[in-house]
């Protein structure tokens, strides 16, 4: 065997063993989240702990119950959809359909620029600017609230639903458009009627994953939800979302504590539901290719 | 020239390596409330012994607690007294908390400077933090609801409070976490109807200190002992202190390092 051979194959290993690494970290987490998080289910009940309504994990005897803390995730995720899903689809429909080759060369860098900005100064931005404005606009007792929190998450995950769904309308191929236009049917007609329906696989994909990253946003909610842990009576109030309470919490719950047993397992259930929406995306966007003709 | 040019890198990195180990550099973490006092002392004495690195971090007196306990920091700034549970761990890890007294604190009950009332009972304020007054009207103010805030679970503060203001009962589920002493104040001073509580060196113009069961929090009621609120304030280390850490603690302890203890608003030992 010469030399040559030796360095093909060598260095084939070492992109295997690079390629294999996430697929290493991804079950060493996994395994992790399970070995700290599971020992809190001997002390309490799965269904206390999902439903319980009080989260007091510090007091004796302490309280495990997570309801108010993954309604809190639940309302600002979903109250960030209402935002990005509009500004998103509306952006990327923007870009593709309408804008001239000149806007798009400025706005699309624009809108990444949007992504790239740091999430803490997201939530600083949304603690000292945003917060006092709502207060004052809508007369609340104090503006760190649900309502807060979903904005600027909004804002955060609107790039992300535009970026994906902009590639969705984009792999739309042009002799559908032409087919549409050919049988005499207007530029709004072929819109509604013809691209969105073929993009539609790509663009419900591109909301879920807006959704799982503003359920997985942490340092935002942290600074901008306003921490209650409690359930929420109107979207006006103050909540603490699942990764809120993960961040605040973890640095002095002691290792091997029941509280510190708490938080993984919540970080465990967070994992779980960005799993699924993330497998959800991935089917999705699979059927949306062979539909396309695209194989699979 | 190839082979110089190596040497020479070489030997630089080899000096910039050995440079860092000549200054001594201890780390202080926890308490924000005790953060104001470890970072002035931090800079006069820097100041003074410019070899030395002393790093300043908050995060709250529980987390300095179980720093400590791990062995990443030297001095564990605390609110609290260390509780049985954290000093079971330490044993087991081998480490024996020795505690220092720096300074003592109040804990000022705050609200905003636009509210009317300007005093509370203890009972009062106990009923607001527990859940069982939510409404300002029912305190002698105006109709508008009790914003209360509070701290997390890793503050020291939040600690005392509990035990000095609430006999140890759970604050309401509703009340808004901030992250550290300053954060409260900011809001405060942000909300109208807003209550929290924070050590006494952080009062400002902005907001307005109620006085409990009629004293006011001062330097003189806590050192009395008038306030029901008052509690020492800490640093531990483990074992005896050596070296920079002595150093730091002894200078906090000395006549120049209480008189920066009382400029940043807290109470000397005397």
């Given amino acids: 065997m010469n030399v040559n051979k030796f360095k093909e194959r060598s260095i084939e290993w070492i992109f295997a063993v690079v390629a294999f690494a996430s697929l ?24 206390d702990f999902i439903f319980g309504e009080f989260w007091y994990p510090t007091y004796d005897p302490a309280e495990f119950g997570i309801f108010p803390l993954i309604l809190g995730s639940f309302i600002v995720s979903v109250g960030a959809m209402f935002i990005c899903v509009p500004l998103g689809i509306g952006s990327a429909l923007y870009l593709n359909e309408i804008a001239s080759q000149q806007q798009k060369a400025i706005l699309k860098p624009l809108v990444e620029i949007l992504a790239s900005v740091p999430s803490i100064v997201y939530g600083f931005f949304a603690m ?60 709004w007609q072929t819109l509604i009627k013809v691209v969105i329906p073929a993009a539609g696989s790509g663009i419900s994909t591109a909301i879920i994953l807006g959704m799982s990253r503003a ?76 539909k396309l003709g695209l194989a699979g | 020239m190839k082979k110089i040019t190596k040497i020479l890198f070489g030997s630089i990195a080899a000096l910039s390596l050995a440079v860092p180990a000549f200054a001594e550099k201890i780390v202080m973490e926890g308490s924000t409330t005790v953060l104001p006092i470890a970072q002035t002392a931090a800079e006069v004495y820097m100041q003074k012994n410019p070899s030395a690195d002393i790093s300043v971090r908050g995060g709250g007196s529980g987390v300095g607690i179980a720093s400590i306990i791990d062995g990443n920091c030297d001095i564990a700034n605390s609110s609290r007294p260390i509780k049985e549970s954290e000093l079971d761990k330490a044993v087991t890890n081998g480490k024996d908390i020795k505690a220092h007294v720096v300074a003592m604190d109040g804990i000022a009950v705050i609200v905003n400077s636009g509210n009317p009332v300007n005093a509370l009972t203890k009972a009062q304020v106990k009923d607001i933090y527990t859940g069982k007054i939510s409404n300002w009207n029912q305190l002698g103010g105006n109709n508008e609801k009790v914003v209360v805030i509070s701290r997390d679970t890793s503050s020291g503060t939040f600690e005392a409070f509990g035990e000095l203001a609430l006999n140890k009962e759970k604050v309401r589920p509703d009340a808004i976490m901030q992250a550290s002493n300053q954060a409260i104040a900011t809001t405060v001073v942000r909300t109208p109807g807003a209550i929290g509580y924070v050590g006494l060196g952080f009062l400002s113009a902005d907001i307005k200190a109620v006085s409990v069961d009629g004293i006011a929090p001062s330097r003189e009621t806590v050192l009395s002992g008038k306030f029901p609120y008052s509690r020492p304030l800490f640093m531990y280390t483990n074992g005896e202190p050596k070296g920079l850490a002595k ?10 390092g209480q008189r920066l203890v009382e400029k940043d608003g807290f109470v000397g030992l005397k």
């Fill in chain 2, 247 to 256: 150093e730091v603690i002894d200078f906090i302890k000395s006549p120049e």
């Fill in chain 1, 215 to 290: 359920i997985g946003e942490t340092m935002t909610v942290l600074m901008a939800a306003g921490g209650a842990a409690m359930i929420p009576r109107s979207f006006f109030e103050p909540v603490r979302p699942m990764t809120a309470a993960i961040a605040a919490e973890m640095g002095e719950a002691p290792v091997g504590s029941d509280h510190y047993s708490a938080l993984f397992a919540i970080a465990l259930i967070l994992f779980f539901i960005t799993f699924i929406f993330n497998i959800i995306a991935e089917i999705i966007s699979r059927r949306f290719r062979i």
């Fill in chain 1, 24 to 47: 290493v970290f991804l079950v060493g987490i996994v395994i992790v989240l399970f070995k700290e998080g599971l020992p809190i289910l001997t002390k309490i009940r799965l269904f």
């Fill in chain 1, 128 to 187: 000292a600017v945003l917060s006092p404005f709502v207060q004052n606009l809508l007369h609340l007792p104090i503006g760190l609230c649900a309502f807060t929190a979903s904005l600027i998450l909004g804002i955060m995950a609107t790039p992300t639903v535009c970026s994906i769904a902009e590639d969705a309308l984009s792999y739309v191929p042009r002799s559908f458009r032409e087919a549409s236009f050919a049988v005499g049917a207007t530029r």
